[in-house]
């Protein structure tokens, strides 16, 4: 079965500096990847997903993830954050056999002024 | 509706009362998803219903879950006799295809319930 890590619980970055945030996944073979971030009361929004192709996949919101094989990675970045980008950030892999989706446990981004 | 709806929001029970929680899906989704965020962790996958297909309940954590959709239309999840660790955030998602592939899921805000 697939697994996901995220192994940073909490960042905290000021505002206008760069963010990434790490996502390590276990699965046999090529997966679906996602990231999500959920703000206060608000639902999952899906910021960028990787299926196939060019490894490094645009978003919304100015971010971008980069899928290495090599690394069992799909690290998520952006290079200026917003206050706005204060949130919990979730990395996914999807099966490709079935439809389920495994989520690791989160990242709660904070920024500071 | 513009998005995905989940009624309650907010829902305290006490143990071993039975609970009802809803979703609406956007329409034209065929396929709707429940997952379970216990504080702190990521989500866990419950059931999955697509279009008139017999569900998937293999994430269900007990029998005391159980869940309903009819047509594609809204979902109910039911908790009957709640525990305390039932206790979490429940979250519902619909996609407009799934099966033959990955078809981004539509989060609603989410029903926290809490079991005194």
């Known amino acids: 079965a697939q697994s996901v890590t995220q192994p940073d619980i909490h960042i905290t970055v000021s505002e206008g500096a760069s963010l990434e945030l790490r996502c390590n996944y276990s699965y046999g073979a090529t997966p679906y990847l996602f990231w999500y971030v959920q703000s206060p009361g608000q639902g999952l929004q899906l910021l960028l997903k990787?299926?196939?192709?060019?490894?490094l996949v645009q978003g919304i919101k100015g971010f971008e993830a980069e899928f290495k094989r090599s690394q069992s990675s799909f690290n998520l970045r952006k290079p200026s954050v917003h206050w706005s980008d204060a949130a919990e950030y979730f990395c996914?892999?999807?099966?490709?056999?079935?439809?389920?989706?495994?989520f690791g446990a989160g990242t709660t981004v904070t920024v500071r002024a | 509706g513009a998005g995905v709806s989940q009624s309650p929001s907010n829902k305290v029970t006490e143990k071993g009362k039975d609970v009802e929680l809803r979703c609406d899906p956007i329409?034209?989704?065929?396929?709707l998803y429940w997952y379970r965020q216990r504080l702190g962790q990521g989500l866990e996958f419950l059931i999955y219903f697509q279009g008139n297909s017999a569900p998937d309940k293999s994430g269900l954590p007990s029998d005391r879950f159980s869940a309903e959709r009819t047509g594609e239309s809204v979902s109910t999840l039911t908790i009957q006799r709640t525990q305390q660790e039932d206790s979490a955030v429940y979250l519902c998602a619909s996609s407009q295809l799934a099966g033959a592939g990955f078809d981004t899921q539509y989060f609603g805000p989410g029903t926290r319930l809490t079991v005194l």
């Open positions: 329409s034209g989704h065929t396929a």
């Open positions: 996914a892999v999807g099966d490709r056999i079935d439809y389920k989706l495994s």
């Open positions: 990787y299926f196939s192709g060019d490894t």
